[in-house]
């Protein structure tokens, strides 16, 4: 099946920095890909969607400042966090759309489990 | 906007035992559902998806789902359990514009 990849798989950071999340796919090119944030015991969040090329479209109340994502190519997309703080300590995972045939099916990222202290 | 509603948080079954997980959106268009699995310490994986024709779709490891558009659902069955199945369960709904919506999740515990 399709492969995507998520770099890094954990990262600890101290407040007030910014963190860069990478999200490939490793085996087909993806248009379109997704962020989402997933909290302790509860379900993902879909943050945005990364299409290449374009600006990323982003859900009611997330901030597209301090989540600044990057499609630059069919097969990367980059989601930095801002001047991060300890509020936005989460796992965030990615996924990609692969197109088969006429029918989209997403394959998720590893996820990437942020700390900020 | 679509919502998806997963009415069981966690389902603890003995081994062999016969599952179905409940999955319910409300959402006025046409979706596409899907059913996801995350082993411990794995990431999601896609378990089966419908898209159109024969509501009852068959996924991997012995799982299905019936899509029963008059009730909105959605449910996941499996008629014996193993072990390893012990796994987060998500349902999940996709429109047509390619917004997608997770449930809560559904721990499901299996004993030996």
């Known amino acids: 099946g399709a492969v995507v990849s998520q770099h890094p798989s954990r990262v600890i950071c101290k407040s007030g920095t910014s963190v860069k999340i990478e999200c490939r796919s490793l085996?087909?090119?993806?248009?379109?890909m997704f962020w989402y944030r997933q909290f302790p015991k509860q379900s993902l969040m879909l943050m945005a969607t990364?299409?290449?090329?374009?600006?990323?479209?982003?859900e009611q109340g997330v901030e597209k400042d301090k989540f600044l994502i990057n499609h630059a190519s069919l097969t990367l997309s980059t989601l930095t966090v801002t001047s991060a703080h300890p509020e936005d300590s989460s796992f965030y995972i990615c996924?990609?759309?692969?197109?088969?045939?006429?029918?989209?099916?997403?394959?998720f990222g590893p996820g990437t489990r942020l700390t900020v202290l | 906007a679509q919502s998806v509603s997963q009415h069981n948080h966690h389902v603890i079954l003995s081994e062999a035992a016969s599952l179905e997980l409940g999955c319910n959106y409300s959402y006025g268009g046409t979706v596409n559902l899907f059913w996801y699995v995350q082993y411990p310490g794995q990431h999601l994986q896609l378990l089966l998806k419908?898209?159109?024709?024969?509501?009852l779709v068959k996924g991997i490891k012995g799982f299905e789902a019936e899509f029963i558009k008059s009730k909105f659902s959605f449910n996941l069955r499996k008629p014996s359990v193993q072990w390893s199945d012990t796994a987060e369960y998500f349902c999940a709904v996709t429109t047509n514009a390619g917004k997608s919506t997770f449930g809560d999740g559904t721990t499901l515990t299996v004993k030996p």
């Open positions: 085996d087909f090119q993806a248009t379109t």
């Open positions: 990364s299409n290449e090329g374009s600006k990323a479209t982003y």
């Open positions: 419908y898209f159109s024709g024969d509501p």
């Open positions: 996924s990609a759309e692969a197109q088969r045939g006429s029918v989209d099916t997403q394959y």
